[in-house]
């Protein structure tokens, strides 16, 4: 069994991948809504707000955030698409 990358309590990033991939799926979306009906997207600084789950059945790291300008969006995200705040300013 494998230990947790990251902690409650830490800012991590989505990696790059995920970042654009985000981003293009927004732009898709924006020639029918407008920015304001789509909100805020998890493209910045994600704040783990509790304890890693590992999935049982695959193994894998999850991790539940929020971010936006009060911690007012919530999400959830598996290890291998985040990145730590270290990694995130060096590219």
Same mark, same amino acid.
């Given at each position: $069994?494998? =230990?947790? /990358?990251?902690?409650?309590?830490?800012?991590?990033?989505?990696? @790059? +991948?995920?970042?654009?991939?985000?981003?293009?799926?927004?732009?898709?979306?924006?020639?029918?809504?407008?920015?304001?009906?789509?909100?805020? $997207?998890? =493209?910045? /600084?994600?704040?783990?707000?509790?304890?890693?789950?590992?999935? @049982? +059945?695959?193994?894998?790291?999850?991790?539940?955030?929020?971010?936006?300008?009060?911690?007012?969006?919530?999400?959830?995200?598996?290890?291998?698409?985040?990145?730590? /705040?270290?990694?995130?300013?060096?590219?």
């Amino acid at each position: $069994m494998s =230990t947790p /990358k990251f902690s409650k309590g830490q800012t991590v990033y989505y990696n @790059e +991948k995920v970042r654009n991939k985000l981003l293009t799926d927004r732009n898709k979306l924006l020639e029918q809504f407008s920015s304001e009906e789509l909100g805020e $997207m998890p =493209t910045g /600084k994600l704040l783990i707000d509790d304890h890693p789950v590992q999935c @049982e +059945k695959t193994g894998t790291w999850m991790y539940r955030y929020v971010y936006g300008f009060c911690g007012d969006h919530e999400g959830y995200a598996q290890e291998s698409d985040l990145v730590s /705040k270290e990694e995130f300013y060096r590219t």
